[in-house]
Nanobody
């Protein structure tokens, strides 16, 4: 009934940029906190960036100053602008959101993931 779909991943050279999008669909009244996570093979999923409904943002130290999380509530979409990409940024990126529905005040939903590969 509620789903998140990521897009924008792909292969990019070190120093390049990508913009990831995460679109929410379904019976959504509003979106609360949102976040981006990533997971590389053999590693645990880690937090990349978060954005609360109040406008507060938080970034992992490894991406601070290079990545920017933003959101468009009218489109129920969250973005991750990634600049100055490094090979260590290579991972599957997942979006996460707490959504308000007719039934729930904060239903946590995960996307399917989009692959970002940074290589020369």
């Amino acid at each position: 009934q509620v789903q998140l779909v990521e897009s924008g991943g792909g292969l990019v050279q070190p120093g390049g940029s990508l913009r990831l999008s995460c679109a929410a669909s379904g019976s959504i009244l509003s979106i609360n906190a949102v976040g981006w996570y990533r997971q590389a093979p053999g590693k645990q999923r880690e937090l990349v960036a978060t954005f609360t409904s109040g406008g507060d943002t938080n970034y992992a130290d490894s991406v601070k100053g290079r990545f920017t999380i933003s959101r468009d509530n009218a489109k129920n979409t969250v973005y991750l602008q990634m600049n100055s990409l490094k090979p260590e940024d290579t991972a599957v990126y997942y979006c996460n959101a707490g959504v308000e529905t007719e039934r729930y005040r904060n239903l946590e939903v995960w996307g399917q993931g989009t692959l970002v590969a940074v290589s020369s």
